[in-house]
């Protein structure tokens, strides 16, 4: 009789362990979470434009504007232009999103300009961070050399790539 109850008593243990472990095999754990994003957006804005001619022989003019077609890509143009003329515009990149951001890259296409021509961006360079609601000033500035026509019109685009600050 002693050898049964030890013998139970054994039986009972190995199936308690063995209970156990399998509650333990199959138990499950649920995680629940939530992940909020922020938004990446800029807006590119024109701003003043003048000249280097003296007041009385304003006859030469340039003008920014957004493309219709592309809101991070300035056209401008010069009416009426001729040599030795000193241009400037002003722009800025606004922050419109809820993360900050860097600006990529700033693209020139010269257009139709002449060859002599000098052409900076400055102010707005790859690298620059810009925070939500906040906005980076940049101005174009603009020589048309020696070998720039009269009466002429001319034609560039600047176009501005952002992206997200931790990249």
Same mark, same amino acid.
């Given at each position: 009789m002693k050898k049964l109850t030890v013998l139970s008593l054994i039986l009972l243990v190995a199936l308690v362990v063995l209970g156990l472990g399998y509650a333990r095999w199959t138990?499950?754990?649920n995680i629940?979470?939530?992940?909020?994003?922020?938004? @990446? %957006?800029?807006?590119?804005s024109e701003g003043d434009c003048w000249d280097s001619e003296p007041e009385g022989k304003d006859f030469s003019k340039i003008t920014c504007q957004l493309d219709p077609n592309n809101s991070k890509k300035l056209l401008v143009t010069v009416s009426n232009a001729y040599p030795s003329i000193k241009y400037y515009c002003?722009?800025?990149?606004?922050n419109t999103g809820t993360i900050? @951001? %860097?600006i990529d890259k700033v693209s020139v296409d010269r257009g139709d300009l002449p060859d002599e021509a000098t052409l900076v961006v400055t102010g707005i360079q790859p690298g620059?961070?810009?925070h939500p609601c906040e906005r980076k000033i940049g101005k174009i500035y603009l020589h048309l050399g020696n070998d720039a026509e009269e009466e002429m019109t001319y034609?560039?685009?600047i176009t501005i790539d952002v992206g997200q600050w931790n990249e």
């Open positions: 138990e499950t754990l629940n979470g939530t992940v909020n994003t922020g938004r @990446l %957006d800029a807006e590119l002003e722009f800025d990149v606004h900050p @951001l %860097d620059v961070q810009i034609n560039f685009s």
